[in-house]
């Protein structure tokens, strides 16, 4: 099974403090173990390593970068590239949608998803279910 990590899923997971951080991490653990693939973008690891510094700490930061650095090296991880025509095929995305919740590149992540058919997505963001992605974890309300 592919599986796409978005920034929401990879904060919880390096922030021990964040209150999903055990479910996102066991969930991790769980599929890594089950030999399944995840997947991630160029600007999602860089939002997080960005939101890492200013809320925690460059330390931390940089220490998720380099268990990304290993995972993506040792081919656990696939990370997307959001290029022009990525770039572009989103923003349509984004103006199709006015009403979603979908920042422009949470519609990014979307056209990838679609192009690699990754229909699983590690997130807390609801509206990915709009898209027809089944999220992971399933979290209680």
């Not at 220490?63 to 990370?79: D, K, M, N, P, R």
């Not at 290029?83 to 519609?107: E, H, V, Y």
Request: net charge positive; glycine share 4%.
């Amino acid at each position: 099974m592919r599986i796409f990590v978005d920034q929401s899923a990879w904060l919880a997971v390096a922030d021990k403090n964040d209150p999903l951080h055990r479910a996102f991490q066991t969930e991790l653990k769980n599929y890594l173990q089950g030999g399944h693939r995840f997947y991630t973008t160029n600007v999602v690891i860089g939002n997080v390593v960005s939101e890492l510094k200013q809320k925690q700490s460059t330390r931390l930061a940089n220490q998720f970068y380099s268990i990304i650095e290993e995972a993506w090296l040792g081919t656990y991880l696939h990370i997307l590239w959001i290029g022009r025509r990525t770039f572009k095929d989103a923003i349509r995305l984004f103006n199709k949608f006015p009403d979603s919740q979908l920042s422009l590149f949470d519609c990014a992540n979307v056209v990838l998803m679609n192009r690699r058919n990754i229909r699983f997505i590690l997130t807390v963001n609801s509206a990915y279910n709009q898209m027809g992605f089944k999220i992971v974890p399933q979290m209680e309300k």
